[in-house]
C-alpha cells in the first residue's frame, strides 16, 4: 500500500468496515489525502493525514487501528524509528480494483491494436531487449510459480522481473496470485490475435467449481500441496484438518469460511449453509 504497509488481515478488516485507522512513525507525510491504493482487497482510499501527540492517542484510536488495546498500540509505535513523530492516517474501503474488470474484458480489434502498440513500445524501450510477449507465455505456462523461479527461467532478476509484471497488470493482462501470477482472459486474446503457440490451448480444461480466495502465500501453498484448488475440494475436509495445515493461521480460515458461506458449502464436519 506505499506509504502505509498494511498485513492481509488488516485489509480485510478495512474492507468489513472495522477498522478505518492506521498509526506509522515517518520522518514525513508519505501519503496524501484522496490517494486510492490499490491492494489485495481492492481500493484503499486515505481520507485523512495527520501528525498526533503519542500522547493524544486513545483507546478508541486503538480499536479503529485493530490494535487489541491502547498499550499494544503504543508499544508497536515504539518499536521502530521511536524518534519520529506519529502519523494518525484515516482510511477507507473505496470499491473493487478497476482492474478486477478490465481482466475480464476481451478487447476488440481497435483495443488489440492499441495493446500491441503499447507492447512493441515497451519492448523497443528495454535496453535488455523485448520482453513483454516472452513474460506472458511464461505466466501462460506456468501460472502460480514463484516470482523468482519465473525470473530465473527468464534469465532475469526478482525485481526488475516484478517490475515488468507490474506494467502488464495494470492493463489488466495479467493477475497476481498469492503465489506467482496467471494469465487473464484479456492477455490470452492478445496472444490468440498475435498467433502465439500457447500451451495453455493444449491443456484439459480446469476442474469445474469456485477458486479459492485469497489466502496469503502459507496457506494457498499448504492447500495446493494437498491438491486443493478449489472451495468444493476444501468442504471435502474438516475444519481441524485445514486449521492443521502449516501456513493456515486465523486470517485465511476467516477468508475461507466467508467464501464457503457465500457459496453454501461447508467443512466436512459442520453443517452444510445451503438452503
Same mark, same amino acid.
Given at each position: 500500500m506505499?506509504?502505509?504497509?498494511m498485513r492481509p488481515?488488516?485489509?480485510?478488516a478495512?474492507?468489513a468496515?472495522?477498522?478505518d485507522?492506521?498509526?506509522? +512513525?515517518?520522518?514525513? /507525510?508519505r501519503v ?10 481492492g481500493?484503499v482510499?486515505?481520507?485523512?493525514v495527520?501528525?498526533? /501527540?503519542?500522547?493524544?492517542?486513545t ?9 487489541p488495546s491502547?498499550?499494544?498500540? +503504543?508499544? #508497536?509505535?515504539?518499536r ?11 482510511l477507507?474501503?473505496? #470499491?473493487?480494483d &478497476?482492474?478486477q474488470?478490465l481482466?475480464?474484458e ?16 515497451l ?11 516472452? !513474460?506472458l507465455?511464461?505466466i501462460?505456462?506456468l501460472?502460480?510459480?514463484?516470482? /523468482?523461479?519465473?525470473a530465473h527461467?527468464?534469465?532475469?532478476? !526478482?525485481l ?5 509484471v ?13 503465489i ?9 486474446a ?5 498467433g ?5 490451448r493444449d491443456?484439459?480444461?480446469p476442474? &469445474? ?11 494457498t +501453498? ?5 491438491g486443493?484448488?478449489r472451495?468444493?475440494?476444501?468442504? #471435502?475436509l474438516?475444519?481441524?484438518e ?13 477468508r ?7 457459496? #453454501?458449502l ?7 449453509t445451503a438452503?
Amino acid at each position: 500500500m506505499g506509504g502505509v504497509q498494511m498485513r492481509p488481515v488488516e485489509l480485510a478488516a478495512i474492507r468489513a468496515g472495522d477498522v478505518d485507522l492506521a498509526f506509522r +512513525r515517518w520522518d514525513r /507525510p508519505r501519503v496524501r489525502v484522496g490517494t486510492q491504493m490499490r491492494t489485495m482487497v481492492g481500493l484503499v482510499e486515505v481520507t485523512s493525514v495527520d501528525r498526533v /501527540p503519542v500522547r493524544s492517542l486513545t483507546a478508541a484510536d486503538a480499536r479503529r487501528a485493530g490494535a487489541p488495546s491502547l498499550v499494544a498500540l +503504543r508499544q #508497536g509505535l515504539d518499536r521502530v524509528h521511536a524518534d519520529r513523530p506519529v502519523y494518525r492516517i484515516g482510511l477507507r474501503y473505496a #470499491g473493487v480494483d &478497476p482492474r478486477q474488470a478490465l481482466r475480464e474484458e476481451v478487447p476488440d480489434a481497435a483495443e488489440l491494436g492499441a495493446i500491441r502498440e503499447w507492447l512493441d513500445r515497451l519492448d523497443r524501450a528495454s535496453s535488455t531487449g523485448p520482453w513483454t510477449r516472452a !513474460t506472458l507465455l511464461l505466466i501462460d505456462e506456468l501460472p502460480a510459480v514463484r516470482a /523468482p523461479d519465473l525470473a530465473h527461467r527468464m534469465g532475469r532478476d !526478482t525485481l526488475s522481473f516484478k517490475q515488468n509484471v507490474r506494467k502488464l497488470k495494470e492493463r489488466g493482462l495479467t493477475e497476481s496470485l498469492d503465489i506467482g501470477y496467471r494469465l487473464s482472459p484479456r492477455g490470452a486474446a492478445v496472444l490468440d490475435h498475435e498467433g502465439h503457440p500457447r500451451p495453455s490451448r493444449d491443456r484439459s480444461e480446469p476442474e &469445474p467449481g469456485i477458486p479459492l480466495p485469497h489466502l496469503g502465500a502459507g496457506a494457498t +501453498r499448504a492447500l495446493t500441496a494437498l491438491g486443493v484448488v478449489r472451495l468444493e475440494q476444501v468442504a #471435502g475436509l474438516s475444519f481441524g484438518e485445514v486449521r492443521a495445515l502449516n501456513g493456515v493461521g486465523p486470517y485465511a480460515l476467516r477468508r475461507l469460511r466467508e467464501a464457503m458461506d457465500a457459496a #453454501g458449502l461447508a467443512f466436512l464436519d459442520e453443517p452444510d449453509t445451503a438452503m
